[in-house]
């Protein structure tokens, strides 16, 4: 599932990604480092030691994502659409800040 994700967002121009963990993170990172070289990304775990709830990765990921102007995706599932079309959507639209169901 998350080589899909990672391969779409690849698409998409996207050069970097935080995943949000909480189970065996070291396994996440041995396992994910040849999907980093594939694709040309840079994936970041975002530790969640205790569960946080629904948006609490959101939340704990905020010191990585950081506060500037930067368009990003969140991603709960598996998606098929073209994400660059997405992109593209927003600011054509002139949309700094966009929330929509993939």
Do not use: W
């Not at 050069?15 to 970041?44: G, H, Q, S, W």
């Not at 969640?48 to 506060?67: D, F, Y």
């Amino acid at each position: 599932m998350i080589y899909h994700q990672v391969q779409a967002l690849a698409a998409a121009g996207v050069t970097d990604i935080v995943l949000a963990v909480n189970y065996r993170p070291e396994v996440m990172t041995a396992a994910l480092a040849k999907y980093e070289e594939e694709f040309n990304v840079k994936i970041t775990f975002s530790v969640e030691s205790e569960p946080l709830g629904t948006a609490g990765p959101l939340k704990l990921a905020e010191k990585i994502l950081g506060k500037g102007d930067s368009p990003f995706f969140v991603l709960n599932c598996m998606t098929g659409r073209d994400l660059s079309r997405k992109i593209g959507h927003n600011k054509d639209n002139g949309n700094d800040v966009q929330s929509q169901k993939l």
